[in-house]
């Protein structure tokens, strides 16, 4: 009997994850019948825009991992994308960190914010100015509780060299791709289907000007430009995970688990690295340590945290990181020395460390 490439299950079990995971979106996108509150509805904004960027990080490691080991399923994934395409693939995976390390992401973020001023005629005040808004607060909003969750800055984050007609081809190849990797074997196991958690909430949008948001609590503009990154995927992390699908019932089977597990961690360490950072070399460190020291926010080093960069880790694909034909899952249990229950652990600790950074970042 051929045993089973622990890597390529792996790339297309996340693939799966994905392409089910977009479509059960967009369906409920579809059938999101709310009354429209605020300026427009923000639900198809956030939501299947955040999708997307996450997908296209996997998707650029898989191609990565295919040009180095096997040239026909790299030549088949490949074969409509442009050279641009894969940049702009590249471009989007680069930016899953919040901030640039071993450097300086003022630059970057003077960019983002002056971009949008000049766009909608705010450099200068006039006696229009108070008419105008050149940024989107994002709410969520669940019966009466309404949540701030970040604002549009995060787009240009991700999509800062793209042109206003790249983001529907970049979705459109994000799909393209999926399909294409959950094509390239049969998959050896059924899995349950993803399934929606039944919960009832709207996403709102609300012009605003920066200003508002950058100028608050006393922090610097560029510590609030990165805590607004850091809150936009913080929020669409816990929305993600806890909100839109049922994670509970997928954790019952343990090839679902891992998936979970792990992209949790991902994003999770993406997130917290971008704020530990920030309270350590902020201008704003002071005030800062201030805003966190009672938060409930987690910042030891305690083993958790260190499995979790482990997990984070494992976004490259390597044979180093299996044993032998074990498949993923096994392979960190075993080389870690953990237990399901550890694991269980760590999901829910980065579900309560995400829902304190949250709440702590409602000063907004």
């Known amino acids: 009997m051929k045993l089973e490439d622990p890597i390529l299950s792996d790339i297309m079990l996340q693939a799966k994850f994905y392409h089910e995971t977009i479509l059960l979106l967009i369906k409920k996108t579809l059938l999101n019948s709310k009354t429209q509150q ?30 180095k080991n096997n040239e026909k399923f790299y030549n088949e994934l490949t ?13 989007v995976r680069n930016n899953m960190h919040l901030y640039k390390k071993g450097g300086s992401y003022k630059k970057k973020a003077d960019k983002i914010i002056n971009d949008r001023l000049e766009e909608f005629k705010m450099t200068e005040k006039d006696n229009l100015y108070f008419l105008r808004s050149d940024i989107t607060r994002i709410y969520y909003i669940n019966k009466n509780k309404k949540v701030f969750i970040g604002c549009d800055y995060f787009y240009f984050h991700y999509t800062l060299k793209f042109g206003k007609e790249d983001i529907k081809k970049f979705a459109e190849n994000v799909m393209k791709i999926l399909i294409q990797i959950n094509g390239l074997k049969k998959h050896s196991c059924c899995l349950p289907r993803i399934q929606s958690k039944q919960t009832d909430f ?19 503009k560029y ?27 997928l954790f019952d089977d343990s090839k679902w688990k891992w998936i979970l597990v792990k992209n949790l961690a991902i994003k ?48 490259h694909y390597s044979q180093d990181d299996v044993f032998g034909n074990e498949d993923y899952y096994s ?14 652990k760590i999901f829910s600790y980065m579900k309560k460390n995400i829902e304190a950074l949250i709440q702590t970042l409602q000063y907004f």
């Open 79 to 91: 074969k409509f994308l442009s050279e641009e395409d894969l940049i702009r693939i590249k471009y």
């Open 38 to 67: 605020g300026d427009e509805d923000g639900y198809t904004t956030f939501v299947l825009t955040n999708i997307v960027f996450d997908s296209s990080v996997f998707i650029y490691e898989s191609i990565k991992y295919f040009e």
């Open 268 to 315: 999770y360490d993406e997130i917290f690295d971008s704020v530990e950072n920030l309270v350590r070399n902020s201008a704003s460190k002071i005030s800062l340590q201030d805003l966190f020291r009672n938060s409930g926010v987690d910042f030891c080093d305690s083993r958790d945290r260190n499995l979790i960069q482990e997990l984070r880790n494992i976004v």
């Open 202 to 220: 709207n996403i709102v949008l609300f012009d605003s000007k920066s200003k508002e948001l950058l100028e608050i609590n006393n922090l610097d």
């Open 331 to 344: 392979s960190f249990k075993k080389k870690y020395n953990i237990s399901t229950n550890d694991i269980n």
């Open 223 to 249: 510590t609030n430009f990165r805590l607004l990154l850091c809150l936009s995927q913080a929020s669409w992390t816990f929305l993600l995970y806890f909100r839109l699908i049922d994670s509970e019932k």
